[in-house]
T-cell receptor
Framework: AQSVTQLGSHVSVSEGALVLLRCNYS??????LFWYVQYPNQGLQLLLK??????LVKGINGFEAEFKKSETSFHLTKPSAHMSDAAEYFC????????????FGSGTRLSIRP | EAGVVQSPRYKIIEKKQPVAFWCNPI?????LYWYLQNLGQGPELLIR????????DSQLPKDRFSAERLKGVDSTLKIQPAELGDSAVYLC???????????????FGEGSRLTVL
């Protein structure tokens, strides 16, 4: 069985500050891990994914995430927040086979203060 | 390349009425998903299709929900009759899943927001 826990339903940072969104996962098989972003009234868009290659993954819009097996974590970071980063962010986990289910976390809403 | 197309974007109905949502996936994507997204929550899988076959419908409330993907391309999700608790966003996604091409990445449409009064 797999699950995802996103710590903090709402995170607020100042423009230019570090963004850190936390994600912990549980998986009985080697996981694939994803971060998706959802802007208001839109569908989800992939930010980045980990599929068992490099543990530090770089995505779009300056975001990156590091897979830490010992901590079962896949936290999302960005060095300097921009107003356009305000959105809902979802962490997701699946197995590595095509039969795997993809499980989403409950999301973290990121707000940016001017 | 066109993305996943869903319609309608918004639908308001009274309880006990039927409603249907349509989805056209990205060309060549053999796997299609319908997700339910309640306010402030992550997407929850309702049904997954591999071509025409529903390979995972374990979370689909079959007493009132039905789905079809007759020719393995576009799909329709129906609710009959709708209840107040069905108010949510219904997301469709597709992926080029299967065999060597599995990456786990989903491509989402913009969703259909349902309000049941």
């Amino acid at each position: 069985a797999q699950s995802v826990t996103q710590l903090g339903s709402h995170v607020s940072v100042s423009e230019g500050a570090l963004v850190l969104l936390r994600c912990n996962y549980s998986s009985s098989v080697p996981p694939y891990l994803f971060w998706y972003v959802q802007y208001p009234n839109q569908g989800l868009q992939l930010l980045l994914k980990y599929t068992s290659a490099a543990t530090l993954v770089k995505g779009i819009n300056g975001f990156e995430a590091e897979f830490k097996k010992s901590e079962t974590s896949f936290h999302l970071t960005k060095p300097s927040a921009h107003m356009s980063d305000a959105a809902e962010y979802f962490c997701a986990v699946s197995g590595s086979s095509s039969a795997s289910k993809i499980i989403f976390g409950s999301g973290t809403r990121l707000s940016i203060r001017p | 390349e066109a993305g996943v197309v869903q319609s309608p974007r918004y639908k308001i109905i009274e309880k006990k009425q039927p409603v249907a949502f349509w989805c056209n996936p990205i060309s060549g994507h053999n796997t299609l998903y319908w997700y339910l997204q309640n306010l402030g929550q992550g997407p929850e899988l309702l049904i997954r299709y591999e071509n025409e076959e529903a390979v995972d419908d374990s979370q689909l409330p079959k007493d009132r929900f039905s789905a079809e993907r007759l020719k393995g391309v576009d799909s329709t999700l129906k609710i009959q009759p709708a209840e107040l608790g069905d108010s949510a966003v219904y997301l469709c996604a597709s992926s080029p899943r299967g065999g060597q091409t599995y990456t786990g990445e989903l491509f989402f449409g913009e969703g259909s927001r349902l309000t049941v009064l």
